[in-house]
């Protein structure tokens, strides 16, 4: 039945949830459970927070939470992601506020969920298995750096204060804070962060995140401290509606749903990627990831959720509170939801400074000093990529370090590539056949042989035409192309001017051991055309030998 099934509809079910599912939900439920309350400790002040940034309110953060997250995670690729509002996210959607209302992100967010199905089901998510280890790595670092960062203000006792970068946050909050200095909250951050990395180490089975953070209240509460907690919490999730659907507004907001899309499945597969580093035996899929992202995007704006993406400040809590399965993600998500409804009093007593210190922890296992050392140490491609990619993460965005790393590391391996390629001139004896010693002799005279080696492409090409046109004194060059791995465009322009060039000075030129793959791009670029007209192409290279000794001799 599925064979008659269009292509497409066959590849979208094939992204589908399945027993695997099940069986892998079954592992280890008590500590998915555990993982998904600790996140969604975490994760309560995080969505309110970047509700409001987002310009659609507190409810809005964490409607997309709860929704999202479940949608995420059970049509997502992996095990481990937790899904919701994101910072990054706030940034893209503010424009979209401005020019077009709370009716604009809600419908950006259902076209940009309609993009990411499409990528999934197009394959082309993964892409992201092709990124360096050190762009990923220090990408990782730099996301680390950045929410710490974000919670310089809560360990202070601060309110976060103005600004659009993180450091910038960090270093007015610092400021503010060194004018009235108050050590109640950053003692009680760096103490819930010690007792968890401490308790993880000594204690792994045991929730030291939520012990020490219901510990932290009471002890806030009792000692009168007057830190700033989470505060009032909304009550319920909105209706579903589509009134916000409008056709006609569809064509203005396209650049801004791909602006989302591009976004949501950049930090997702990333997310993703992260998490598998973290985890021993994980491995998302990501064209499953990107169809789960695009659902939830899908469905979200109908409860008045804004655009959702994988968040990973969230996702590396949950993989460190022993996360196994899909269950600690939809756990998170139910978790929120009955604080919605029930417990958002109790709750709402929780002190900042305390969240704190559970995402200080959480960032200090995130990075891998050993493994960061261990790059920096290999090679320097590695090294600068790695620095660049942390540096840009950190002073500018995430999105902004991805491109320019990926970037830098194509133009590096480019220039690695196009040093490992050869052009050298190599002896005719390779190739003695039934030739006798003084015939050799007499070819070497006035015959030369060029052996490509390696890629012939735009980046090795120019400086093997310089290297070929320096040839002087032969009457003959003979091109062994059989050891050509990539060919080009580029480079097969420049054979064609390479030959050219050594005609016009007198000398013959005969190619042989051309690849048929190879051969089909010379053709269709006309690349030397009357070298094939005049039988001067040969399959092997002894057979190209024994037509330059005739010409040798003719003269």
């Keep these: 039945m599925t064979g008659r099934l269009p292509k497409e509809l066959r590849r979208l079910l094939s992204l589908l949830p399945g027993p695997a599912d099940l069986r892998t939900a079954r592992r280890s439920p008590g500590r998915d459970l555990v993982a998904g309350l600790t996140v969604a400790v975490v994760a309560l002040p995080l969505a309110l927070a970047f509700g409001v940034a987002s310009g659609l309110g507190a409810e809005a953060g964490l409607t997309t939470a709860v929704i999202a997250g479940i949608i995420a995670a059970v049509f997502g690729g992996s095990n481990l992601q937790i899904s919701g509002p994101t910072g990054a996210m706030t940034v893209v959607l503010l ?245 919605i409804y029930a417990a958002s009093d109790l709750v709402g007593h929780i002190p900042l400074a305390a969240l704190a210190g559970v995402l200080l922890a959480t960032c200090l296992q995130m990075v891998g000093v050993g493994s960061l050392s261990a790059l920096v140490r290999s090679t320097r491609a590695d090294a600068i990529v790695l620095f660049l990619t942390f540096a840009i993460t950190v002073a500018v965005d995430l999105v902004t370090a991805v491109v320019v790393g990926v970037i830098v590391a194509a133009l590096l391996a480019l220039g690695s590539v196009s040093r490992s390629a050869r052009l050298e001139q190599v002896p005719l004896d390779e190739d003695r056949g039934d030739h006798s010693v003084e015939e050799l002799a007499l070819l070497a005279d006035r015959i030369v042989a060029y052996r490509f080696e390696g890629p012939l492409f735009f980046g090795a090409a120019h400086r093997f035409l310089l290297e070929l046109t320096e040839v002087s004194d032969v009457d003959v060059v003979i091109l062994r192309m059989s050891r050509i791995s990539t060919l080009d465009a580029t480079g097969a322009t420049i054979v064609d001017d390479a030959v050219r060039r050594l005609e016009a000075r007198g000398i013959a030129v005969l190619i042989s051991g051309v690849h048929p793959v190879h051969s089909r791009v010379l053709r269709t670029l006309n690349v030397a055309p009357h070298l094939r007209q005049a039988g001067r192409v040969f399959e092997n290279t002894p057979q190209a030998i024994t037509y330059a000794r005739g010409l040798v001799a003719s003269h």
Excluded: Y
Excluded at 300 to 321: H, S, Y
């Design 95 to 339: 424009p979209v506020v401005h020019d077009f209302g709370t009716q604009g992100v809600l419908l950006v967010g259902v076209m940009a969920g309609v993009v990411l199905v499409a990528l999934a089901v197009s394959g082309i998510g993964k892409a992201v298995r092709l990124l360096p280890t050190s762009l990923v790595e220090g990408f990782t670092a730099g996301i680390a750096v950045v929410i710490v960062l974000q919670q310089v203000p809560a360990m202070l006792g601060l309110d976060p204060g103005e600004g659009e970068q993180v450091w910038a946050i960090a270093g007015d909050a610092v400021a503010r804070w060194t004018s009235d200095i108050d050590v109640a909250p950053l003692l009680m951050t760096l103490g819930v962060a010690a007792v968890i990395l401490t308790g993880t180490r000594l204690l792994p089975t045991v929730p030291a995140s939520i012990l020490v953070i219901i510990v932290a209240t009471v002890l806030a509460e009792f000692l009168g401290l007057g830190l700033p907690t989470i505060g009032e919490i909304p009550a319920g999730i909105p209706a579903p509606t589509s009134s916000f659907i409008d056709l006609a507004a569809v064509p203005a907001l396209f650049p801004s749903a791909l602006a989302v899309a591009a976004l949501a499945a950049l930090e997702s597969l990333l997310c993703a990627t992260v998490a598998d580093s973290m985890s021993v035996s994980e491995r998302h899929d990501p064209d499953r990831e990107l169809l789960g992202q695009g659902l939830a995007n899908i469905v979200v704006p109908f409860f008045g959720g804004v655009p959702a993406t994988a968040a990973i400040a969230r996702t590396a809590v949950n993989v460190r509170a022993g996360a196994r399965s899909r269950v600690a993600a939809i756990t998170h998500s139910l978790v929120l939801l009955v604080v």
